[in-house]
């Protein structure tokens, strides 16, 4: 079964949706109405003021237990007209809006602001009720008294508050507000709300993103570079800015360090031990015949033998530690400029080397087009050149030629060094550059150490150039190893 297995990255993005999803509805949904219910308790607070204002006013005009009404209603349709330019933030105010009714001690309503009400029964109205009663009275309900299923708009707040005279309650004065009217204000914040909302949600949205991306390359990188490793792909450590990731990185770059450097011991010991183990036997055994009667010729013989196989694990050892010696660099050393020319001169110049050129008859072919100037660590270089001729030498029939070409391009200069063997044979092909894998000579039967193209290969990468050996294209027979070194300008 195939099932969706989120990353990380999409984990972190989902969670940043869910959180600033969270937030935005809150701002949304959750925050206009408790921002609504306070706007409608600050109302409320300076309405109690209003009420109680305005009924001890009254009180100073009530004569012979008689309120005076029409002068109440002259100041009140005054008030109420009164023009203004009043401005709460965006919200413009030119005119008071408030309702003003009151009732007497039975609640009868012997006022009203809008006229509409005068003669009615307020009694059971809680503000009047309350307030008759010596409490406070308050009520949230229609503000046109018929309407029998008010929206939240259609509301109205009642604050009222008692009139006194002579000492006992005479009557309730109740201001009114309009929800509607308080409702512009509520309106604007919301907006405003929904717009912070929907910023929030971006950037947060944004950030998640971003988060979840750098998230997501980091891990990819790791794993895309573990699983390099696994396969045993020589790749370098990834470049990750995330401190945590690149800890981990460096972390994995460590211990693959050390799995290598494990497995490169053992390889080494294992592969060691296989090929000292021929020429230690081969000794023991010529010890042995050694034992038996034989004439001097035939002991001279032997004791050859036995020096000869002695002077061949010699010579593997000391290989094998130089080997591990530059396996184990990671600069140039003494780095010098020389041309390639010379570097050429001083590997053929070497006396061992051309008594072998000349034993076996092979006529250098010199194509030199060019002399440039590289910089190297000179003795690794020679190295170099004298590992991919001495196998042209060994590999190239007795009376051939081997051809070198020196070839430059605009960032590096081409070694090539071309012979008239058999070429390398396919089953050999993917192996060339493991370490002890050596093919017998044809002529003389003989494996090499099989160590020399792997010390080709470190020194080249060592210098940023590369190493290559085919079969030659072209010709019928033969191989082709070439060497490339980086020009610095
Ligand atoms: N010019 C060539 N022609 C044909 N095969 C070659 C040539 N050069 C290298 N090879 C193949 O590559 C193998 C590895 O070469 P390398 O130089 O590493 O080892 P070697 O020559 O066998 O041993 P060593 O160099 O350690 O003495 C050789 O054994 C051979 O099979
Ligand atoms: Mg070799």
């Not at 081969?282 to 001279?300: N, V």
Request: aromatic share 8%.
């Amino acid at each position: 079964m195939n099932l969706f297995r989120p990353t990380l990255g999409v984990k972190v993005f989902i969670s940043y949706l869910v959180i600033s999803s969270g937030i935005a509805w809150y701002l949304t949904d959750t925050a206009p109405d408790k921002l609504s219910k306070g706007i409608d308790k600050a109302a409320e607070e300076v309405m109690i003021d209003t009420a109680n204002l305005l009924a001890q006013i009254l009180t100073f005009d009530i004569v012979n237990d008689q309120i005076n009404i029409e002068k109440f209603d002259r100041i009140t349709s005054t008030y109420l007209n009164r023009q203004f330019d009043a401005k709460i933030y965006d919200f413009a105010k030119h005119k008071a809006s408030l309702q003003i009714y009151i009732t007497d001690l039975k609640g009868q309503v012997i006022y009203d602001s809008t006229g509409r009400y005068v003669g009615e029964d307020f009694s059971r109205d809680n503000d009047v009720y309350l307030t008759l009663k010596g409490k406070y009275g308050s009520r949230s309900s229609a503000y046109d008294r018929d309407n029998k299923n008010p929206t939240s708009d259609e509301k109205a707040f009642y604050v009222a508050a008692p009139i006194y005279h002579k000492g006992a309650r005479f009557g309730s004065l109740t201001v009114v507000k309009q929800a509607s009217k308080l409702r512009a204000f509520s309106v604007t914040q919301e907006e405003q709300l929904k717009y912070y909302a929907s910023v929030i949600f971006l950037i947060s949205l944004l950030f998640g993103a971003g988060i979840s991306l750098m998230v997501s390359r980091s891990t990819n990188k790791l794993i895309k570079y573990t699983t390099s490793l696994s396969k045993g792909e020589n790749v370098a450590s990834p470049n990750i800015r995330q401190v945590e990731f690149a800890d981990l990185s460096k972390a994995i770059e460590k211990l693959r360090a050390e799995l290598e450097d494990k497995e490169y011991i053992e390889e080494f010991i294992s592969i060691m031990a296989h090929e000292i183990r021929s020429p230690i036997t081969g000794i023991r055994l010529t010890a042995e015949t050694l034992l038996l009667p034989m004439d001097d010729e035939q002991r001279t013989h032997f004791i050859k033998n036995i020096l000869d196989a002695n002077s061949r694990m010699d010579l593997l050892v000391s290989r094998i530690l130089d080997l591990s010696k530059l396996e184990r660099r990671d600069t140039l050393d003494n780095v010098e400029k020389t041309s390639v020319k010379r570097l050429i001169k001083n590997v053929l110049s070497s006396p061992t080397r051309k008594g072998l050129i000349k034993s076996k008859s092979i006529e250098l072919k010199y194509d030199i087009e060019s002399d440039v100037e590289i910089e190297v660590e000179a003795i690794l270089a020679e190295q170099a050149i004298s590992n991919i001729i001495d196998n042209a030498i060994s590999f190239t029939p007795n009376g051939s030629s081997i051809q070198i070409k020196v070839r430059e391009s605009n960032r590096n200069v081409q070694i090539k060094v071309l012979d008239e063997g058999e070429g390398i044979p396919d089953y050999a092909k993917g192996r060339l550059f493991t370490r002890f894998y050596s093919v017998a000579r044809p002529d003389t039967g003989k494996r090499g150490n099989g160590l020399g193209l792997r010390f080709v290969k470190k020194i080249m990468h060592l210098h940023g150039g590369s190493v290559a050996l085919k079969n030659r294209f072209m010709k019928k027979d033969g191989a082709e190893a070439t060497l490339k070194f980086p020009i610095k300008s």
